[in-house]
């Protein structure tokens, strides 16, 4: 594409991660207990007030929802504590710009890539690892008795 302009690309489609705002909610009243609301609000670029009354159960607007979101992913990879949900979400917007039609390849290519690392150095495989695996390539399923 030589002499297209940045301007003349086409965006690629925004998608939001998926993890549920009740999992970004649990995430940080479970912050909030280890530090403090001040701390975590301001980890967050949020008032406290606002986090307060999310934590509590309101509906955040857009904005706010989406500096949770960056907030949540930031701290479960700082914290180590990945789960098949949050990898998901995270593999999900690593080929959210793939056209449709080459992000399962592209999916199985990372998740295999990875086991493969884990395997080749003889550490166990993290288990949201193993589940992501799982869901990419199911069992056959045991009907022949």
């Known amino acids: 594409m030589?002499?297209?302009?940045?301007?003349?690309?086409?965006?690629?489609?925004?998608?939001?991660?998926?993890v549920s705002v009740w999992t970004i909610r649990e995430a940080a009243a479970a912050a909030v207990a280890r530090t403090s609301l001040r701390q975590v609000a301001r980890d967050v670029k949020i008032s406290a007030p606002g986090l307060a009354l999310?934590?509590?159960?309101?509906?955040?607007?857009?904005?706010?929802?989406?500096?949770?979101?960056?907030?949540?992913f930031s701290e479960e990879a700082t914290r180590g504590g990945v789960t098949v949900v949050s990898a998901?979400?995270?593999?999900?917007?690593?080929?959210?710009?793939?056209?449709e039609e080459d992000r399962r390849m592209a999916r199985l290519g990372i998740l295999t890539g990875l086991h493969g690392i884990w395997s080749r150095r003889?550490?166990?495989?993290?288990?949201?690892?193993v589940g992501l695996m799982e869901e990419a390539y199911p069992a056959p399923s045991g009907d022949a008795a």
């Open 2 to 18: 030589e002499g297209a302009s940045k301007s003349n690309l086409p965006n690629p489609p925004r998608r939001r991660r998926r």
């Open 54 to 72: 999310f934590i509590d159960g309101s509906t955040p607007r857009d904005r706010t929802l989406s500096k949770l979101r960056e907030w949540y």
């Open 88 to 99: 998901r979400a995270a593999l999900d917007l690593l080929v959210s710009s793939l056209p």
């Open 122 to 129: 003889g550490t166990a495989v993290p288990a949201w690892l």
